[in-house]
């Protein structure tokens, strides 16, 4: 199947919307989506495009995914139903797309890549329609988007604990989600966290499908205690924002989108301006922060990762990171502290029995 393919319309320029995994991504697609003259495409790099069917585009609804995400039984992709190609799976669409060159340099060339995404902008542009493109697979390749396509970039961040809480709160038994497997997938490939990646005892990129890729982190770290999991959750939301925030039209605090009415009207405003659009948040809710934190040593590990990421000039500096630093600084702020080791409380013990002492013995020092 052939993608109509129409000439760039600066009226109906597209609009990307950029996030990690549970980062209210699903939310703010859904009010693009549900604005006339707009084509919402559902996280466009998603690896199971590659096999997407009638069949699965029906069952694929908000009631049925699990995830809380707002919607009932309109199928999330929906949009993708005209572009199946005839043996199934999107047309143009590789797997590779998902994760691969997730932190992909602005000059390198991708000439299937920018094919398929110039096919999605056109199908829509095609039918009078402004393109949206939402996805969490986009973060570090926003500058080669950019360059490619213009269009405005919108990036979602959210307090970086209480996205990994979310992640952690759908662990079925002992075993990471798949959003945890993913950042295990990354971190391994990623040439900026090479030393990290083999101290949490990530396999060695070995490329091949991105399934057996999957697979491999599941069989080594099927198990991995929280502090791990978050480890390599904190490397790559440091990673990413570090390459997207500076690319951002505009950023929006999703935190702050559902508890300040008056924050989410600016917004709107903002992306009536920027963009010609105005999509209405004024339903969006903040989720109730995660009650259940596993015991890890948050504090401590944030201060490792920025340090073996080497980020911390990145971010001290001002500009787009000061964001980046204020949610991370306040997510460990409010983060809980483990409890004390036995032999922790025991040296606090025997040092309150020398302090308890101390009277006692200056009393005699001065007899």
Known sequence: ??????????????????????????????????????????????????????????????????????????????????????????????????????????????????AYVAGLVGHAQAAGQTPVLACCRTLGRIGWLRRRFGGFHVVLIRDPLQQWLSFHSLRKRPRPTYFELCQYVLLSEASDAEPLARRLGLPAPKGGALAQRIAAVRRRLKRAPAKTSFTAFLAIYLLSYLKALPQADLVIDVDRLGQDPDYAARIGQALRVGCGLAPDFSDCRTPAAHAEVPAAAYRRISRQVIDALEARPALAAPGPAALLFAKLSKAMADAPEPPASLRRRLADRIWEMLEALAPRRRRRARI
């Open 1 to 114: 199947m052939t993608v109509p393919v129409a000439l760039p319309d600066p009226a109906l320029s597209p609009v990307f919307v950029h996030s990690g995994w549970r980062c209210s991504s699903t939310y703010v697609w859904s009010r693009f989506r549900a604005l006339p003259g707009v084509r919402a495409y559902y996280e466009p790099w998603h690896e199971q495009l590659a096999g997407l069917t009638p069949e699965r585009i029906a069952r694929e609804t908000p009631r049925a995914s699990g995830l809380r995400h707002p919607g009932d039984d309109v199928p999330y992709l929906a949009e993708f139903a005209d572009l199946l190609a005839p043996g199934g799976g999107v047309a143009g669409y590789q797997q590779r797309f998902a994760l691969d060159d997730y932190f992909m340099p602005e000059g390198r060339q991708d000439a299937a890549q920018t």
